[in-house]
């Protein structure tokens, strides 16, 4: 486990007697302050949660060293070439795979299993919502640069937007972006080009709201066709004080480390679930 924050230690406690050492420069608690610490036959794969900035040369070093790496959301490129590179970089079968736990969320999965079977038919038109109270977890620390929300919970509905309706390759255009009550942007509303799937996230919302409405063209005449995925329909939330952080059920967070063992086992080359 590299990097011992928040993050770092759930991972940990998910693993259990499975994780072997823990790694980071400065946090309390962590086993070793870095990686040349940890013998490399102690370990078949790494989990990265680490800031963003940090994580490509991260991922690039355990790839070329044969260990696969979970890595914690998001993983940012340049472009699709920077993408490209890192893959060329891996060797002995190892792969990575980024961390999206709410793909993983029942209910979520139920909606993409409706989606897929033409429950609203063709989908034409959707409203992704993610918003918590968490920014005062953000003041004076790492995350405070950056681009804020946008990385934090922005990944996440652009990863539903294209696992559950398709649209990988997209632009967007942005309608609001701002820092409403710290130094970086923590409220961000934006869509696809087309305006067809609209965004709307934050860490300033005075509730939690995850929510995703689904639009598509009726199978019958005069009959509209909607599917919505709203936090009463999902697992409970755990609240911290008024404005916490909606916790996602354990399995959803113990998902991508079965999805990382299930792609190492089949030899694949990369992890793709589009």
């Given at each position: 486990?590299?990097?011992f924050g928040n993050l770092g230690r759930r991972r940990a406690a998910l693993l259990g007697p499975r994780c072997v050492a823990t790694v980071?420069?400065?946090?309390?608690?962590?086993?070793?302050?870095?990686?040349?610490?940890?013998?490399?036959?102690?370990?078949?794969?790494?989990?990265?949660?680490?800031?963003?900035?940090?994580?490509?040369?991260?991922?690039?070093?355990?790839?070329?060293?044969g260990k696969s790496v979970l890595v914690e959301k998001p993983m940012l490129f340049g472009g699709r070439r920077d993408l490209e590179a890192?893959?060329?970089?891996?060797?002995?079968?190892?792969?990575?795979?980024?961390?999206?736990?709410?793909?993983?969320?029942?209910?979520?999965?139920?909606?993409?299993?409706?989606?897929?079977?033409?429950?609203?038919?063709?989908?034409?038109?959707?409203?992704?919502?993610?918003?918590?109270?968490?920014?005062?977890?953000?003041?004076?620390?790492?995350?405070?640069?950056?681009?804020?929300?946008?990385?934090?919970?922005?990944?996440?509905?652009?990863?539903?937007?294209?696992?559950?309706?398709?649209?990988?390759?997209?632009?967007?255009?942005?309608?609001?972006?701002?820092?409403?009550?710290?130094?970086?942007?923590?409220?961000?509303?934006?869509?696809?080009?087309?305006?067809?799937?609209?965004?709307?996230?934050?860490?300033?919302?005075?509730?939690?709201?995850?929510?995703?409405?689904?639009?598509?063209?009726?199978?019958?005449?005069?009959?509209?066709?909607?599917?919505?995925?709203?936090?009463?329909?999902?697992?409970?939330a755990r609240r911290r004080g008024a404005r916490g952080r909606r916790s996602a059920p354990a399995s959803c967070a113990r998902a991508p480390?079965?999805?990382?063992?299930?792609?190492?086992?089949?030899?694949?080359?990369?992890?793709?679930?589009?």
């Amino acid at each position: 486990m590299v990097g011992f924050g928040n993050l770092g230690r759930r991972r940990a406690a998910l693993l259990g007697p499975r994780c072997v050492a823990t790694v980071d420069p400065q946090a309390p608690g962590a086993d070793h302050r870095t990686v040349d610490a940890v013998a490399a036959d102690r370990y078949d794969a790494v989990i990265l949660a680490v800031p963003n900035r940090d994580k490509p040369d991260y991922v690039r070093r355990f790839l070329r060293s044969g260990k696969s790496v979970l890595v914690e959301k998001p993983m940012l490129f340049g472009g699709r070439r920077d993408l490209e590179a890192l893959e060329r970089e891996a060797r002995g079968g190892a792969i990575w795979y980024t961390a999206y736990n709410h793909r993983f969320e029942p209910l979520v999965q139920r909606l993409k299993t409706l989606l897929d079977g033409g429950a609203v038919g063709k989908p034409d038109r959707a409203r992704l919502v993610y918003g918590n109270g968490t920014v005062r977890d953000w003041l004076g620390t790492w995350r405070e640069a950056g681009t804020g929300v946008l990385e934090d919970l922005g990944c996440h509905v652009l990863d539903l937007g294209g696992w559950l309706l398709g649209r990988d390759d997209d632009r967007y255009l942005l309608w609001d972006l701002r820092p409403v009550e710290s130094a970086t942007f923590d409220y961000a509303a934006f869509s696809t080009a087309d305006r067809r799937v609209v965004y709307e996230i934050g860490t300033v919302f005075w509730q939690n709201r995850f929510e995703i409405d689904v639009y598509g063209s009726p199978i019958r005449p005069r009959r509209p066709h909607w599917l919505r995925v709203a936090p009463r329909s999902l697992q409970p939330a755990r609240r911290r004080g008024a404005r916490g952080r909606r916790s996602a059920p354990a399995s959803c967070a113990r998902a991508p480390h079965a999805r990382l063992s299930e792609r190492c086992s089949a030899g694949a080359a990369r992890v793709d679930d589009r």
